[in-house]
Structures are given as C-alpha cells and as structure tokens.
C-alpha cells in the first residue's frame, strides 16, 4: 500500500464526479441509492442514525474508496479488493468497476496544494491599558458671566454718537448715504 504523506495538498475532483459514480455504477447493477435505505432515512428522527445509514450507501462507500485511491492510499489492487468488499459484489465486477472509476474519476482529480496562513501566537498584554479620562466642566464654567457684557452695554451708552458727522463711506459700501 502506497501512503502519501504530503498534508499540504488536497485532491480536487471534477464537478460532475457524483453523477459519474451513480452512472458507473448503475452500469455494474448497483443501485447508488437502494429504496429500502431511503425509506430508513425518512423514518429515522436522530442525526446519528441518519448518518449511518447514509455512510452504508453504495454511492457513498464508492466516493469514499474514490477519495483514498485518488490520494494514493489504496494501490488498484487493493481498490478493486475494498469495492468486492463494500460493495458484495464478484471480484472481476470489482476490478472492471475499478478500472472504470479511474479512468472516468481519479485519472481527471487534481493535486492542489493548500494554502495555510502562517500562525501568528497571540502574545499575552504586558502592559495595562488605561482610558484616557477627560475633565468635564460644569455647565456654570461653560457660560460667560454676564458682567462683561453689561459693562460693554454700558460704555457704549455713555458714548453718544456725533449728530453733525455723516457716517463715512467706509463703513458700508453697499449701503447708499442717506442725504
């Protein structure tokens, strides 16, 4: 048995590969999805239960032996032997059915390596962090007193304007003299 080792790779199969298995083995007389096994998964209420009888189907024994021929764990003598086996069928079906799925399947899956992100450890914080704190006035801080403006108010009564003086054109240009 030949294992391969690389963990850095996955074996990416084509689109259409599950319909190919269920054509293959339709071929061979293998029903993929038996009624009785369907009838079972409706009557089951538990995931566990459903999931047993879904690993017992023959299409996906097959996917499964596909997967560990296509990552070299299974030589093709050995994959031929594990469909006889899973599947009960003769053993010059198997081999037939074997070559079958490699010519159609794996010969067209492909290595593709996977991309990890390097892992950067979470180094634990040192140092403490604090909130800034910021000093909020009071509003009384917040309103000028009145004092300068009654004082301004104040200084501006005691100046009495010049009756006799024309206000000068410089104060406002877009305003006409009034004559």
Same mark, same amino acid.
């Given at each position: ?5 690389n ?5 990416i199969?084509?689109e259409?590969s599950g ?11 293998? *029903?993929?999805m038996? %009624? %009785?096994?369907? #009838? ?5 209420k538990?995931?566990?239960?459903n999931?047993?009888?879904?690993d ?6 097959t996917a ?6 296509? !990552? ?13 086996e ?5 053993? %010059? ?6 070559? *079958?799925?490699? /010519?159609?399947i794996?010969?067209?899956?492909? !290595? ?5 992100k390097? !892992?950067?450890?979470?180094?634990p914080?040192t !140092? ?5 704190t ?6 009384? #801080?917040?309103i ?9 108010? %104040?200084s501006?009564a005691?100046?009495?304007?010049? #009756?006799? /003086?024309k206000?000068?054109a410089?104060? *406002? ?7």
């Amino acid at each position: 048995m030949d294992q391969k080792t690389n963990e850095n790779l996955d074996i990416i199969f084509p689109e259409e590969s599950g319909e190919i298995v269920v054509r293959i083995l339709k071929k061979y007389g293998i *029903d993929p999805m038996p %009624e %009785e096994m369907l #009838e079972k998964l409706e009557k089951e209420k538990t995931r566990e239960e459903n999931n047993k009888i879904v690993d017992n189907l023959p299409g996906r024994k097959t996917a499964i032996l596909v997967r560990e021929a296509a !990552e070299e764990k299974l030589s093709s003598n050995d994959f031929a032997a594990r469909l006889q086996e899973q599947l009960n069928i003769p053993e %010059e079906k198997a081999k037939n059915l074997a070559d *079958d799925l490699n /010519k159609e399947i794996i010969a067209f899956a492909k !290595e593709v390596p996977i991309e990890k992100k390097p !892992e950067t450890p979470v180094k634990p914080a040192t !140092e403490t962090f604090t909130m800034p704190t910021f000093v909020v006035k009071p509003p009384e #801080e917040l309103i000028p007193s009145k004092e300068p403006i009654l004082q301004k108010k %104040e200084s501006l009564a005691q100046k009495k304007p010049d #009756e006799n /003086k024309k206000p000068s054109a410089k104060a *406002d240009v877009y305003r006409e003299p009034i004559e």
